[in-house]
């Protein structure tokens, strides 16, 4: 499939990333992140021993949720898009039975050192938990030809 090409001159401050995705959290797609993450640590699909540890179920790790959020900025600006700088910050679980949602809105543009910048704050959010996993994307596009 091709990716269309996001130029820095399309971009306007306040905007929001047009990529935004829903995944339903159930038992196949855990399966699936501690499989493909191989992140086999029980908390993240064993229920009665995540319990044990005090937390409410079994919850997505850390690079189920950096690549969702990768995944949102990516696909939003194409294949001459660079990411420069990407911060994550797990402040809550997305638990067993959410649906996490990810998006994401523009801050800032700019043009520095002869660079096109476009600044992002992007975020996964659950219907039940509310922003789990907020992120900052620092972002090089190109713009386009006069």
Known sequence: MERKQ????EVEVGQEVPTSYSLKLDMTRF??????????????HDREFAKSQGVPDIFVNTGFLTASLGRLVTDWIGPEGWL????IEMRKMALLGDTMTVKGKVTDKYENEGKHVV???VWCET???GVTTPCHAVIILPRRSS
């Open 31 to 44: 399966c699936k992140q501690v499989s493909g993450t191989q992140d086999y640590y029980q908390v993240h």
């Open 6 to 9: 996001l130029y820095w001159d």
């Open 127 to 129: 219907d039940i938990q």
């Open 84 to 87: 420069k700088k990407f911060k």
């Open 119 to 121: 600044e992002a704050d």
